[in-house]
């Protein structure tokens, strides 16, 4: 009995489910708001659950069935740089929530902040903090949420 429970402990220490690399409040990425919308509309649209999409352990919601093909077909396209943390709070090392209305769109890609406020200091040197974000995520992806 001992040796049962020490093993399922370890399996819950070493589960990649306290690890989650994909930022989701109750298991919905970007709190329900539509990817695929920031690129062809720019700006945030609630997604419906009638159009969802499991992929990276978290459930993807869009507007309309054709941002959900779009997703389907390349969802690295559409879904936001470091797995929907705050761009800025990996720059500086760690996992940070994210709003959905604090956005930006770079060279193609799709980066969250924690809010607006947190949205202006990012913008002030997005080079700089998308190079270090992009150095420390594959640290950083590994946290315990």
């Not at 009995?1 to 409040?25: C, D, H």
């Not at 009638?50 to 990276?56: A, G, V």
């Not at 993807?60 to 069935?65: L, P, V």
């Not at 709003?99 to 809010?115: E, Q």
């Amino acid at each position: 009995m001992k040796t049962l429970l020490i093993s399922m402990l370890l399996v819950l220490a070493i589960s990649p489910s306290f690890a989650q690399e994909v930022f989701s409040k109750s298991g919905e990425a970007i709190q329900g708001y539509d990817p695929v919308a920031y690129f062809k509309v720019g700006k945030p649209v609630k997604g419906k659950s009638e159009f969802s999409y499991q992929w990276k352990d978290a459930t993807w919601h869009f507007a309309s069935a054709q941002n959900l093909e779009a997703f389907k077909a390349s969802p690295e396209t559409f879904a936001p740089q470091f797995g929907g943390y705050c761009a800025y709070g990996v720059a500086d090392g760690h996992k940070a929530t994210t709003s959905p209305d604090a956005w930006t769109i770079v060279g193609d890609k799709l980066y969250l902040n924690y809010n607006k406020d947190v949205m202006a200091l990012w913008r002030k040197d997005q080079p700089g903090f998308i190079q270090k974000a992009n150095a420390n995520w594959p640290t950083v992806k590994k946290e315990k949420d």
